[in-house]
């Protein structure tokens, strides 16, 4: 490999200036201050704002990561849905713990989320299955996630197969909820909150929660 991406990686540098993150502007919640980061980044109409790094333990003990979507949080965690028969869910299967990136490039930010994970009910799975698009709950019945296939024909083929067996009636249970489809949600144990300032100087605050379920911020260095 020759030399010059080596020279464009060294020639990319950029100052971070777009705010700053005090002790006094900290909420004594961090799912508060994670909702006001949150709806600053919609505000600013940052595509896919709900985007998020998903790492996990990978079988081979190997971290793994991937770009997913999160689809709710409350006070109680971040909630994902996917194929648990893919890599992620039998990595969460066997390792039920998981971290979380948020990037908000645009306005210099970070939110880094650490803890345990639980599967959602069934009845939690379906409200949200149920809320998809008709081809976005047809194609989780047409691919075999994480597994080798053919060709992208092969997949096209399933898709028309799983449409001729569900219909689009209109009706959000036209097609059903797969048994291997589901949501996991990502109990916080710690969330650290990152804003760039200039000179790598950055602001870090990571929040962790006690036993009694309290939560305690402390700075931490660049």
């Not at 502007?25 to 109409?45: I, K, R, S, T």
């Not at 409350?74 to 713990?97: I, M, Q, W, Y």
Request: proline share 6%; aromatic share 10%.
């Amino acid at each position: 490999m020759s030399n010059s991406i080596n020279q464009k990686i060294s020639e990319l540098r950029q100052e971070y200036r777009k705010g700053s993150l005090l002790r006094e502007n900290l909420d004594p919640n961090p799912f508060a201050l994670f909702e006001q980061w949150f709806d600053e980044a919609v505000n600013a109409a940052i595509p896919d704002a709900n985007a998020m790094t998903l790492a996990t333990v990978g079988l081979d003990g190997v971290p793994n990561a991937r770009t997913v979507l999160m689809k709710e949080f409350t006070d109680h965690g971040v909630t994902l849905f996917t194929n648990r028969h893919s890599n992620k869910g039998k990595e969460l299967a066997a390792a039920p713990v998981a971290g979380l990136l948020f990037h908000w490039k645009e306005l210099e930010r970070q939110v880094h989320v650490r803890g345990k994970v639980a599967q959602t009910s069934h009845e939690e799975s379906q409200a949200y299955f149920f809320s998809r698009p008709y081809d976005a709950r047809i194609g989780a019945w047409a691919s075999l996630q994480s597994e080798e296939i053919p060709e992208r024909e092969w997949l096209s083929e399933r898709v028309r197969e799983f449409e001729a067996k569900y219909p689009d009636n209109g009706k959000p249970d036209c097609v059903p909820l797969p048994e291997h489809w589901g949501g996991y949600r990502v109990i916080p144990q710690s969330i650290e909150f990152w804003q760039g300032q200039p000179g790598r100087k950055h602001d870090r605050f990571l929040y962790t929660c006690a036993e009694d379920g309290e939560w305690e911020a402390k700075r931490l260095s660049p």
